[in-house]
């Protein structure tokens, strides 16, 4: 028997690629009555070789909050746009938005476990012929430790008519 979906982590980095796969988790949340937590990850880069460890809990935490504030406007744009091309609801299924600093494979498989998520959607960075070789260093690291089922979605090639510049 193929477990239920209830709560799919949806893990975006504000690129169109990630856009394009928050409508899929849009419309598997729809089919199956689930909720989707969205995670940004900003990546830890250490700034100094003894960085004074409070200074950092700090910023980080600022940053957090900067960020958290900054993937809410940009999921209103999405939803809006996941809204005009597949109808309503959008934001009530989102259940919370995370904003982690680290490394965002670790931190999407630490959330993955920590909100009890039953599926992973990523969009993938492939460009021309290394497309079917490289999925990426995020993607592939998710892909291969994952306990859970990995959607990965490619940005399409062929023309679509949503306008992904403008969110």
Not at 29 to 41: E, F, P, Q, T, W
Request: net charge neutral; proline share 5%; with cysteine.
């Amino acid at each position: 028997m193929i477990p239920e979906i209830k709560k799919i982590l949806y893990a975006t980095d504000h690129s169109k690629n990630s856009a394009y796969a928050f409508y899929y988790a849009v419309d598997i949340a729809r089919r199956h009555a689930a909720k989707i937590a969205i995670l940004h990850v900003i990546e830890f880069r250490p700034r100094g070789i003894h960085p004074i460890r409070a200074r950092r809990e700090h910023e980080q935490s600022e940053i957090e909050k900067i960020d958290a504030e900054q993937t809410k406007n940009h999921l209103q744009k999405v939803c809006q746009k996941a809204e005009n091309e597949i109808g309503p609801p959008c934001t009530e299924l989102v259940s919370n938005i995370i904003v982690r600093v680290g490394y965002p494979a670790e931190e999407i498989l630490n959330v993955t476990d920590e909100e009890g998520c039953d599926l992973i959607i990523l969009g993938t960075h492939g460009k021309g012929f290394l497309k079917q070789t490289f999925l990426g260093s995020v993607s592939n690291a998710v892909l291969h430790r994952a306990q859970k089922p990995v959607l990965l979605i490619p940005f399409p090639s062929e023309k679509i008519t949503i306008n992904w510049d403008e969110i």
